[in-house]
C-alpha cells in the first residue's frame, strides 16, 4: 500500500512558476513509477509527467515540455513537478500517482492516487 499527499498547489499569475511536491509512504517507492496528472472543471484527467523508478527515464504532455520538469528523491520518497512559464490553462487540480517500476502515460496504469492540489494561474 502506498500513500501519495501532494502539497505546493496556489495561485500564481501567469509567467510565473510553482513547484508541487508528493510525498509518499512505504518502503517501496523506488520500485515505483510516479506520475503526474491534471483535471481542470468539466475536462478528463489528462496526464502531465511520468517518471521511471530510478529516474532515468520521463515522459511529458507535449503542452508542457520545456516548462515543467518532473523529478524524484529516493531518499525522501518525494516526486516534485517544477512548473514555470505558467499559463491559464494549466489551470487544473494536480494529481499525484504511484504504479509498479516503470514509468506510464496511461492513468488506468497507476494503482495509487493522492487527493491532488490546486493550480489556478491568473491572467
Known amino acids: 500500500q502506498v500513500q501519495l499527499v501532494e502539497s505546493g498547489g496556489g495561485l500564481v499569475q501567469a509567467g510565473g512558476s510553482l513547484r508541487l511536491s508528493c510525498a509518499a509512504s512505504g518502503r517501496t517507492f523506488s520500485s515505483h513509477g510516479m506520475g503526474w496528472f491534471r483535471q481542470a472543471p468539466g475536462k478528463e484527467r489528462e496526464f502531465v509527467a511520468t517518471?521511471?523508478?530510478?529516474?532515468?527515464?520521463?515522459y511529458y504532455v507535449d503542452s508542457v515540455k520545456g516548462r515543467f520538469t518532473i523529478s524524484r528523491d529516493n531518499a525522501k520518497n518525494t516526486v516534485a513537478l517544477q512548473m514555470n512559464s505558467l499559463k491559464p490553462e494549466d489551470t487544473a487540480v494536480y494529481l499525484c500517482a504511484a504504479r509498479p517500476w516503470s514509468a506510464s502515460r496511461w492513468s488506468y496504469e497507476y494503482d495509487y492516487w493522492g487527493q491532488g492540489t490546486q493550480v489556478t494561474v491568473s491572467s
Open positions: 517518471i521511471s523508478g530510478n529516474g532515468d527515464i520521463t
